[in-house]
């Protein structure tokens, strides 16, 4: 999955590019204009030897390609399209702010080249901290190999490699990725974080720790800071102190201890055991063995506080406080009981 996800990145970031190079275009589609050339201005510029084409440029110097501002102590240009810079080089282009020691443009992939011992990528409250980054000024997407931080708010997000999608403010972050804040503690293959919103999709081998020390792992699935919810799509597992559940999609939302669970589900909760006890005791199905035997666990799980639900073949077994009782209505009296507590939560507060 990690190789699938990384090649299908790298390929949308790298496909219209390609595609320009080539001159191909689409039936019916207009030819594409011709490419700019890069403009330039400085105080001083001359031949780097007498008769050469190759000249340098000092003092003031600035240029300007697809709307990227690009100034530097000094630059050196090789042809109407290649150009390389020297000393102090910040690039901008709307809210993107990327600073370096040394810098080298081609203007016919519309690519910079970064370097510099730590190279700076400023958005915003986002600053993104890395050893070499390319940034496509046409496309506005950059990307960085050899290692990552940013730092966005009270986030901190590490990566091996990275994409920056400047236009729609996200960080598709790969291989060997860590993920810490004030709320929760991420280790995993692959994330995709948006930097306006806090929110984050995650991909395989993900491992969460929240700060009321639950656990969370999950092959797919994302986080929604609003609502404090972690939402897990595939081979999802939760650890808490008092209960241990299964399932192959979760929706977890921690702020409001507030549980959903969908499809193969399995739960340990010491809990919700003694109210499996009085459940069958209650509704004369003889034991616990017989009453999964007939009904199965179901597909839907609901838990909040007090509150435990569980779907078994058009039944729910309902717990409201300390009663239990069996109703044959699952989906309609469940939503009532929900809505009647969630109801009663609110007023209370």
Not at 7 to 25: D, E, N
């Amino acid at each position: 999955m990690r190789r699938l996800f990384t090649i299908a990145a790298v390929v949308l970031a790298a496909g219209s590019v390609i595609f320009a190079r080539s001159g191909m275009q689409a039936p019916g589609q207009e030819p594409e204009p011709e490419k700019k050339l890069i403009d330039l201005k400085s105080d001083n510029m001359g031949p780097i030897a007498p008769g050469d084409s190759v000249i340098f440029l000092v003092g003031n110097f600035a240029a300007q390609h697809n709307g990227a501002v690009i100034t530097c102590d000094s630059a050196v240009r090789y042809s109407d399209m290649r150009i390389e810079f020297f000393g102090n080089v910040l690039i901008n282009k709307n809210t993107t702010y990327i600073y370096g020691d040394r810098a080298e443009y081609n203007g016919e992939l519309n690519e910079a080249r970064v370097y510099s011992d730590i190279v700076k990528v400023v958005d915003g409250d986002a600053t993104l901290y890395t050893y070499r980054f390319v940034f496509n000024t046409k496309e506005n997407i950059g990307q960085f190999a050899d290692g990552g931080v940013l730092i966005n708010r009270d986030n901190r997000l590490e990566s091996v490699r990275g994409y920056y999608y400047a236009n729609t403010k996200d960080l598709v972050c790969v291989d060997r990725v860590e993920m810490r804040n004030d709320e929760y503690e991420l280790k995993g293959d692959s994330v995709v974080y948006n930097m306006a919103t806090d929110n984050a999709f995650f991909f395989e081998n993900t491992n969460i720790w929240n700060k009321d020390g639950d656990y969370l792992y999950a092959d797919r699935g994302a986080y929604d800071k609003a609502d404090t919810l972690y939402r897990v799509t595939r081979n999802g597992y939760v650890l808490t102190e008092k209960q241990e559940m299964w399932s192959d999609s979760i929706d977890y939302f921690r702020a409001k201890d507030h549980v959903v669970l969908w499809r193969d589900i399995q739960i340990d909760d010491t809990e919700f055991e003694d109210y499996v006890s009085t459940i069958v005791s209650s509704g004369g199905f003889g034991d616990v063995d017989t009453l999964y035997s007939n009904y199965g666990y179901g597909d839907y799980v609901y838990g909040k506080n007090q509150i435990r639900v569980i779907y078994l073949a058009g039944l729910v077994l309902d717990k409201l406080a300390e009663t239990a009782e069996v109703t044959e209505n699952a989906v309609e009296e469940t939503t009532e009981s929900v809505e009647s507590t969630e109801s009663a939560d609110s007023t209370e507060e």
